[in-house]
């Protein structure tokens, strides 16, 4: 299977301080993507990064790719009690079939 | 816009029923998929579709039928359920573009139990 795998399985820490989870995969990707899950909801899409890059932000999200690793990270500076949720990463392979990891929980304590 | 919306929210099957879940967007979205979401696996891609008229297998298609007769509308069957077959239900959509068409929208999931 191409699914990812998200390290660690959960992290707890205080608000203001940074939070970062990194995602394994297996195969080559097109792409890898980012998304958050509030408890019981849907998944929020929050950042993609294609394979010819290696950094990309977007607000105080910081996503790193290492493709001959097969990895990635996702860096929350400065964390909000709002960041409280589950965070998956997603790679894409043809751009049709998408396979997600299992997840980071992030609990951020204010 | 409401966005992607799925119906019921809730259900609860005895083994052996069939019933379709229902998902549609508004966003003229052009791609569609349906995954499982269980403890510990992640999402898991159940069938997806690049258009109407279109649909393909993802990762765990047995038990689980889609058709795709119009843009807005992408309904999962379950043709005979099982308790495997409990979990949570997402539907997806995203648009097309090629810088776009990765960005997925999810509904709010439909949470099914088999008895």
């Known amino acids: 299977s191409q699914q990812g795998e998200e390290d660690p399985q959960a992290l707890s820490i205080q608000e203001g301080e940074n939070a970062t989870m990194n995602c394994s995969y297996k195969t080559s990707i097109n792409n890898l993507q980012w998304y958050r899950q509030n408890s019981g909801r849907g998944l929020v899409h929050l950042i993609l990064i294609r394979s010819n890059e290696r950094e990309k932000h977007s607000g105080r999200l910081r996503v790193t790719l290492d493709t001959s690793k097969k990895s990635s990270s996702l860096l929350i500076t400065a964390s909000r009690a709002a960041d409280t949720a589950s965070y998956f990463c997603?790679?894409?392979?043809?751009?049709?079939?998408?396979?997600f990891g299992t997840g980071t929980s992030l609990t951020v304590i204010p | 816009n409401a966005g992607v919306t799925q119906t019921p929210k809730f259900q609860v099957l005895k083994t052996g029923q069939s019933m379709t879940l229902q998902c549609a967007q508004d966003?003229?979205?052009?791609?569609m998929s349906w995954y499982r979401q269980d403890p510990g696996m992640g999402l898991r891609l159940i069938h997806y579709?690049?258009?109407?008229?279109?649909?393909d297998q993802g990762e765990v298609p047995n038990g689980y039928n889609v058709s795709r007769s119009t843009t807005e509308d992408f309904p999962l069957r379950l043709l005979s359920a099982a308790p495997s077959q409990t979990s949570v239900y997402f539907c997806?959509?995203?648009?097309?573009?090629?810088?776009?068409?990765?960005?997925?929208?999810f509904g709010p999931g439909t949470r099914l139990t088999v008895t």
């Open positions: 966003m003229n979205h052009e791609y």
């Open positions: 997603a790679t894409g392979l043809t751009g049709n079939q998408f396979y």
């Open positions: 579709s690049v258009g109407a008229g279109i649909t």
């Open positions: 997806a959509s995203s648009p097309p573009g090629h810088r776009t068409k990765y960005e997925q929208y």
